[in-house]
Nanobody, 115 residues
Framework: VQLVESGGGLVRPGDSLRLSCVASGFTFVATPMSWVRQAPGKGPEMIARINAGAGCTNYEDAVKGRFIISRDNAKNMVFLEMNWLKVEDTAMYYC?????????RGQGTQVTVSS
């Protein structure tokens, strides 16, 4: 299993970012995917999930209405569009195989929101 995230960076409050994850080593089209984030000194937090067919998504309350998870099964990719970013969104963001917070994940991409 290999998951490679990208797209993080340093942004200001109110800005947007789009994270990407390329997956390989498993049957992506049949696997639900998630995004998990972890802020310094805190535990991992599941923030978004998408089913294998991309027809069903759900979000943690803190990001609902601001973040959108999507996937492209033809390219083995999952995305997280993040809008109206807040300082409290600062964290390392991980693409996760499956729906468990501690599932297989990549190396992460850092998102820092600061004025």
């Amino acid at each position: 299993v290999q998951l490679v995230e990208s797209g993080g960076g340093l942004v200001r409050p109110g800005d947007s970012l789009r994270l990407s994850c390329v997956a390989s080593g498993f049957t992506f089209v049949a696997t639900p995917m998630s995004w998990v984030r972890q802020a310094p000194g805190k535990g991992p937090e599941m923030i978004a999930r998408i089913n294998a067919g991309a027809g069903c998504t759900n979000y943690e309350d803190a990001v609902k209405g601001r973040f959108i998870i999507s996937r492209d099964n033809a390219k083995n990719m999952v995305f997280l569009e993040m809008n109206w970013l807040k300082v409290e969104d600062t964290a390392m963001y991980y693409c996760v195989r499956g729906l468990q917070t501690l599932g297989d994940r990549g190396q992460g991409t850092q998102v820092t929101v600061s004025s």
